[in-house]
């Protein structure tokens, strides 16, 4: 992993993906399953923001989804639409066929920003996937 994903980052995850491969800091670049877990740790401090981040960045878009839906409604009550929206931007849209109510979040953030027609096409997705659930 480069560093400027570290800057991206912050080094807080790195720190754990330490703590994890028992290394002092700076770690050697940390393998996938240690930034895993380093982001199941984030989210068990609540750093869920950092945790999907880290998610994204190591590949693994099911457990960034996973988290997204978790705090997706809490994310749009609050108006961090940016946030949200950038997030599921990074998806697949295999892993968001899996997460409708995300493609739901799409199509809310769509019609509030005044994108009529992507929000209609979100709708006619999330309920074409409804019905096949």
Do not use: K, N
Not at 6 to 15: D, S, V
Not at 30 to 45: E, K, N, S, Y
Not at 71 to 81: H, I, P, S, V
């Amino acid at each position: 992993m480069a560093s400027a994903s570290r800057e991206r980052l912050g080094a807080r995850p790195y720190l754990l993906a330490g703590a994890a491969a028992g290394s002092a800091w700076p770690p050697a670049e940390p393998g996938r399953d240690t930034l895993h877990q380093a982001a199941g740790w984030l989210l068990q401090a609540g750093a869920d923001d950092q945790a999907i981040s880290l998610y994204i960045e190591i590949g693994d878009p099911d457990c960034a989804a996973r988290v997204i839906a978790s705090c997706a409604t809490m994310l749009m009550d609050r108006g961090q639409w940016a946030t949200l929206e950038s997030w599921l931007r990074q998806l697949p849209d295999d892993v968001l066929a899996s997460h409708p109510d995300l493609i739901y979040c799409q199509a809310d953030i769509a019609a509030a920003c005044g994108h009529a027609e992507v929000a209609q096409r979100c709708l006619t997705s999330h309920l074409a996937l409804l019905q096949t659930q």
